[in-house]
Every structure is written in structure tokens, then in C-alpha cells.
């Protein structure tokens, strides 16, 4: 039956209306047992059709299968059609919890806000779309009457790649290619070098709702439109990073994201930007952003440049101020929860234990800015002896210590052992802080369900390095290093569990820590590498020696 409607190309008007009801009940019925192929080609005949089908026909087809709407593509194709069509289609259908949550990754905001607005879904589905926030949904777009516009002939056996593209993304990069060539094309040779040779400053831009930048003035046109804000830019590519595509999800203003341009020495290199978001006053409908970008300021761009001789020494005043208020703060805590000048109430006992908690945390953050300032001031040249320590009960120790954290994030952590034993020349204290920080900061940037995997390695009874190798959470997959050395980086706009010192401050740390030990950490494609020199082949030459007397 389905080849059948396949094989004829409807021939007018009332031809396609009619191939377009069948092929709806046939899928809706029988989807869940036809093959894959007939599958994939009825929803791209689908596809080919519904700009021919007139949004009236649509609806009453939607209406018409709802109420049996158990086929997921079905239903996610439906989802994805104007808002009148998807919203009764979502209204009524009738999916298992597992089809829900496979097809949301498929569906636009205001069909999750539909979905949203439902009370019979099963409990996953509300906690899945609660985890996308409030900038998943959105208010429905204006409907355009597709009958309005002349229906071009479409074939049902055009190649899917050709019928459906995403056009929004290919007229974007034309129009900044055409832009591109045409600027650089437009000034006399000459002129034109003197102009790509002067520094831009500053320069206005606007997006449209997709992100996509559509017009700027004040640098060439071809290094800045088709660039999105809506997705974060990796691997050294142009474009924006993680605190704007964060707030761009949630429609939210933008202050001081970074942006990287190519081009020419005029316009690349980095920009800072802030945006606001606009809605059209008539309907509220979001219309994109409009904002400004100008160069970073000294102060916003500290790696890369000289360090002063001072420094280190005005860090360590900075925290000497800071202590001495703690421990007031975190004494009179104590004393109040203690109730060691008479009794106080409940609640204000366990206020009190919450400031001691607190200022606990702060003292480990101010302690491990001592400890990256005391760092930075030894030399790495001539690293300190240390003593022998076992790795691998630290690494078991930090594994006990984090199993609160893990739980809170809900991630497991994995390390295994491969080869030992696994004695190191390190300080026992900086051993712990090293391993310590670097789990914690790629816990708190993992996604929620992930597992964090790493390895506890010695190659070989000689090797003169222990490796602690931890493959990198899907979140800073695609990161560069000086992304991840830098305190603004923000994988995906704000990790959930982000501590207060930065992913960069805690990699920066461990590292000044592991060079003054005579190692260093390693940031690799796959994985963060923390190498401490080892005392095995030390141990085993002195137990030749007492064995050799």
C-alpha cells in the first residue's frame, strides 16, 4: 500500500491533499511495523508535500490521528509544523516516557512549551524539560498562511538532503562570503592595505532570533555576519564563547562575552561584546539581540603578559586582610552554635553552623590562593626533594574525601590502576591539594549522569614519571587549553555545579604546584595528565645496594 502512494507523484492539488491523508493514517496506524526504509521515505514524501497541503488539511489530519498517536517520527514530524498544526498533534498524543524523551531533542521551543503545559506525561518528561530552563520555550511564532505563497513542483522521489536543508544556515555563510569578497574587492589596492592595517576599536551588530549576526557597522562586514551567538565557538574557530550562548538560551542580557574574529589585522583577534535582547512590542515575540563589541581592556586580558616583581607579595597581603575577619566571622559562628554564652534557639544554631561551613570553604579558597602565589615564587628550575608518598592511597584518600560531591552532582568517578607501585617524590599536603583540585573542578564542570574516568599509571618499574590521567568531560571536549587556563571560560555558559575558583584558577594551581615538585599536568586532545616524579626506580636502586653489601 505504502510503495504504491510512493511510487505516484501526485499530479494536482487534490492529488497531494490526498497522498498527504493517506500516507498521515497509514504511519500513524502501522508505523511501528513497516521497515526502516519505508519509514524514512514516507515522512520525506511528507516532507515534499506540506508546503503543498494547505494548513486547514494539516490541522484536520492532526486532529483527525492524535487521539491514536502512538509513532514518535510521526509525531515529532508533525510537532515541528506551524504552531496551529503542532500544538494539537502535541496535545493529544499518546507516547511512551522513553519516546518523549528521545524526541524532545528534535522539537522547538514552543513545542516544548506545549509539551510543558500538559499534566498527563509521565514524571521523566516534566524533569527533562525543566532541565532544558526557561529559555527551551518560548511564545509561538506568527503563523504564515502557506497557501499565500506559489507552491513550487516538488517531486516525492528528490534526494531528502536536497528537498529539506537547512536554509537559514546557507544563506548566512553566502551572504558573508559574498560580503567578505566584495569589501576586500571595493577598495583600490592601496587604500586598502592602510585601512586593513589599522586596529578597529569598536562596532555595532544585530542578530536575528536564530543568533545569527545579520548586520554590523563599523568593521568589515564579511569577518563578523553569519557568526552565531547562540552556540559557543571551540577550537580556536570565530565566534563567541560559553557565557553568551548561556544567556542567549535564557534571553538574557549579555555583558563582556568574549568574541574572535578572522580576517584582517584590523578586525581579528578578540573582542569583548555586550547585548540586549529585543521583542517585538505588538506581540512579545523575541527578535534576536542587538549589542556592541570593542577591544579588551589591559586588565581583561592578564595571560600573556610580564608579571609584576610585586605581585606574589601583594597576594599574600590581600589574603593576610582577608583572614583576620574569617576567623572573627567563623569564632563568633562557633560560639553561637555552641552556646557557650547561654541558649540560643534552633534556628539560630543552625545559621550559625551554615557561617562555620562557609567560612570553611572560604579558607580552603583562600588557602589555595596562598598556595598559587607561594608557587609561582619557586623555582621550578631546582624543585624541592620531596618525600616519598604513595600516590595511590592519596588518590583512594581524595576518591573518600569527594563521594559527598560526587552524590550532590550526581556523577560517578572511576580511577584505575594500571602497573605500580605507585610511590612519588612529592609533599604529602601538596600531593592531596594537587589530585584534590583537579578532580574537584571536573566534577563540578561534568553534566549530571556522566562518569569521569582516569587511570592511576606507572609504564614501567623505571619510569621516572606517575601518571594521573583523566579523559575530559563532555562539556570541555572541544576546548582549547588557553580556553581552559582562563578564568572568564565558561563551558556552555554557566556549569551547574561551577566552584568559586574557576576551572582555570584550579588547572593554573595544580600545575604551579606539580612544576615546583618537579612534574608538571598535561593538557592533552582527550585528557588532563598530572605527572609526579616517581620514587620507584630511587627505591628499588637503594634496595640493589643493600642487597649487593
Known sequence: MIATILRQAPADHRASIAAWRQLSDILAQRGNQLDDDDIRRSLHALAVLRPRVPESVRRDCARAIAKHGRFAPLVAFYGNDVPAVAAIMLRGAQLSEADWLAMLPATNAMARSVLAGRTDLPQGVYRALASLGSGSVALPRPVVDAEAAPAPVLSLHAAPDAAVENGTSQISELVRRIDKYQSTRSQPDAARSIAAQTPRSAFLFETGPDGVIHWVDGVTRGAVIGLSIAEAAFGGEPGTDGVAAGAFRQRAEILNARMMLEGTPADAGEWRFSAL????????????????????????TPYGRPVAEDSGDSIRQLIHELRSPLNAISGFAQIVAGQMFGPVSQSYRTMADTIVADALSVQTIIDDLETAARSNAIAAIDPAPGEIVDIGAIVTQVESDLAALLAEQRVDLSISRVGGPFRGLANDANARRMIGRL?????????????????????????????????????????TASDLLDPGFSPEGEAPGAAVLSLGFSLRLVDSLARAAGGRLDIGHNALTLHLRSANSKAEAGLEAQQGE
Open 439 to 479: 578532580l574537584t573542578a571536573l566534577i563540578d564542570v561534568s553534566e549530571t549522569g556522566a562518569i569521569l574516568v582516569g587511570q592511576l599509571v606507572t609504564e614501567s618499574p623505571h619510569d621516572d614519571m606517575l601518571q594521573l590521567r583523566i579523559v575530559r568531560p563532555a562539556t570541555i571536549r572541544f576546548a
Open 277 to 300: 535582547p529585543w521583542f517585538d512590542p505588538a506581540t512579545g515575540q523575541f527578535r534576536g539581540y542587538r549589542g556592541s563589541a570593542r577591544r579588551p581592556n589591559r586588565n581583561e
